[in-house]
């Protein structure tokens, strides 16, 4: 498959958004940034449609997917009831990285948006170049980040084409995404929201609109089935594996020093801070100052894709603050670990 290649600007902004929509209302798929990551989309009311997003991502369909608007009204069309605590957040952080679950009204959308779940999350992003395609296409969208499945999400254009060209019908290019990372998904049936995935809305954030919240994510990080079923994939994982390094500089450079005494290349991805006092070595990354957390965000899947251009045949990466945009780079981040800690404080 061809894929058809737009980049906006001023002149071409509004016939592009004509172009994108029509392929989407046609059943194809269309890539586009959204402030979090790009998304690759379909018509979430078509069912051909959607079975090309699992296909094209190679993604298991017992993951549902995010059904983008442009518009609240358009909520109606698929959602039984819109929760009291739902109405709140969507006020606070709507257009914006947040999607809400939501009871989903049987018959609307195509079932495998929602992978036979009674439920839907619901999202309407906050970056003028979604909007606009949304609001011209004027469908629900239904729209996972455009990652080849298990690979980390992309945050540019070029990060879409090097996983799916050849594979959708369209990529809408945008520039670097703002947050860097997916949106917070919390789950609104419950008596108590659930965080089901912390992202670019914190729980402190949300907390201070509907009150305490159930953080699923940190407490079943584990389990045999979460209810987000994605959260029970590798995920985020660049090609060499990776293992979190928990202790002080020396112990740090110590893990890296014997694992090059091994043979193995050492890609390191620390802050610019651990950066300054480590070794310099070849394929070292820095994610920013820890002083700045959202640029931590920012920059990770960026830096976690690059090491699959260098040969590196391991990565060893700083943990970071759990607060704040910092508990969704640690989720990440251990799930490009799959878990894999290297801890100082077990060392005999
Ligand atoms: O920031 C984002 O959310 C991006 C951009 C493109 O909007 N989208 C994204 O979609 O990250 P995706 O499909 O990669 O992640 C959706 C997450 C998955 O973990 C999925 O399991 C969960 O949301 N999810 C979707 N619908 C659900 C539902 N009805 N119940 C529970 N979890 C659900
Ligand atoms: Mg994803």
């Known amino acids: 498959m061809e894929t058809k290649i737009w980049h906006i600007t001023k002149e071409n902004e509004i016939q592009t958004y004509l172009e994108a929509a029509k392929l989407l209302q046609a059943g194809e798929t269309v890539a586009f940034p959204t402030e979090t990551v790009y998304g690759i989309g379909a018509d979430a009311t078509n069912e051909q449609a959607v079975a090309k997003i699992y296909e094209a991502k190679g993604r298991p369909s017992d993951n549902p997917l995010i059904v983008h608007i442009a518009d609240q009204s358009q909520i109606h069309e698929f959602v039984k009831e819109i929760p009291s605590n739902a109405k709140k957040l969507m006020r606070e952080f709507w257009p914006g990285p947040l999607t809400i679950i939501l009871p989903l009204q049987p018959g609307r959308l195509a079932t495998n948006v929602t992978a036979g779940l009674d439920s839907v999350g619901v999202r309407m992003p906050e970056h003028p170049i979604a909007l606009g395609l949304l609001a011209v296409a004027g469908i629900p969208v239904a729209a996972p980040s455009a ?30 995404t703002g947050v ?3 949106s917070t998904v919390i789950d609104c049936t419950l008596e108590t929201p659930a965080i089901l995935r912390p992202g670019g809305v914190s729980q402190e954030k949300i907390e201070a609109v509907i009150g305490p919240v159930i953080s699923e994510a940190k407490e079943v990080a584990q389990q045999e089935a979460p209810r987000s079923p994605g959260m029970k994939y590798t995920h985020y994982a ?14 740090f450079q110590k893990q890296i020093d014997l694992a090059e005494k091994r043979g193995e290349i050492v890609g390191v991805l620390v802050s610019d801070e651990l950066e300054e006092q480590l070794r310099k070595s070849d394929y070292m990354m820095g994610l920013g100052s820890k002083a700045y957390p959202g640029e931590i965000a920012y920059r990770l899947y960026d830096r976690l894709r690059h090491f699959d251009h260098t040969p590196v045949t391991l990565i060893y990466a700083e943990p970071f603050a759990k607060i704040g945009i910092g508990e969704a780079v640690m989720n990440r981040l251990d799930k490009a670990a799959g878990g894999h800690y290297i801890k100082q404080s077990e060392e005999s």
């Open 238 to 251: 660049p090609k060499a594996p990776v293992a979190i390094i928990e202790g002080d500089t020396a112990f």
């Open 180 to 182: 860097g990372l997916e």
């Open 147 to 176: 990652n080849r499945s298990g690979k980390p999400s992309p945050t540019s254009g070029e990060h879409v084409e090097e996983d799916l060209s050849g594979r959708i019908a369209g990529i809408v290019f945008g520039g670097k």
